[in-house]
């Protein structure tokens, strides 16, 4: 499994009972791109999103 970078993580949150991972709305741009990033490598790996916020498509 790919390992999502620590400063992704620091900007990341869990939501609860779901369990599904989000990035910070007050995460600054510089995160934000490094997330879409890292999002749209991750599912070209593997064809499944860790990020349900952030839309691949549109970013």
Known sequence: MQE???????WSELIPP???RVLKESAPEEI????????RAFYKKTSRRMFTNI????A
């Open 4 to 10: 999502i970078p620590k400063r992704l993580l620091e």
């Open 18 to 20: 779901i369990g599904e």
């Open 55 to 58: 839309d691949i498509e549109t």
């Open 32 to 39: 934000k791109k490094e997330a879409v990033d890292f999002e």
